[in-house]
């Protein structure tokens, strides 16, 4: 759980509300060149809720490369409060997907999770691209060898 950890403080390039005003007002920072390399795709959430048990997540995820994508590396990270925050809880998922060169992809996640309801719950949700142009590009942090197989079958 501490390489989550580490990565949940990345995730927070990759997520988040945008600032108040228009949505043509908001324009994603440039991301750090230890996220380009590790293949970190944009995720913009448009609609978020939850039951108690699970989180609905809406959206888009944004390929910012000069390259088309195959594959997307979703991590959502369940985050108790505090600083820095504390990982409770990650769920993979595998999204077989083609995106050309600055295109999106829509973004329907329901993920299950025992944390949704907690107070001050917070979660961070993260995308990398599996390949960029020709080149497979290295696991996530967090992200092992055999996890590839159980992400594909999640919802």
């Known amino acids: 759980m501490g390489v989550l950890a580490a990565i949940a403080a990345v995730g927070n390039l990759s997520c ?9 007002s908001y324009r ?20 978020q809720t939850t039951d108690g048990r ?11 490369y000069p390259e088309a994508i195959s594959g997307v590396r979703l ?3 369940d985050l108790a409060p505090g600083a820095p925050p504390r990982v409770l809880g990650h769920v ?10 600055g295109q999106d992809t829509p973004l ?11 107070p001050g719950a ?21 992200w092992e060898e055999g996890d590839d ?3 594909r079958g999640s919802e």
């Open 149 to 151: 197989e159980s992400a």
């Open 54 to 64: 699970n989180v609905k997540l809406r959206g888009k995820i944004h390929n910012p």
């Open 122 to 142: 917070r979660f961070n949700l993260m995308a990398f691209a599996i390949k960029r142009g020709d080149q497979t590009l290295p696991l996530p942090p967090g």
């Open 28 to 47: 994603p920072v440039e991301m750090p060149a230890q996220a380009r390399e590790a293949g970190m795709l944009s995720i913009f959430i448009t609609d």
């Open 92 to 101: 993979l998922r595998i999204i077989d997907q083609e995106v050309g060169a």
């Open 16 to 24: 988040g509300m945008p600032p108040a005003g228009t949505a043509d």
């Open 108 to 118: 329907r996640w329901d993920v299950q999770t025992m944390y949704a309801a907690s």
């Open 75 to 77: 991590i959502y990270l």
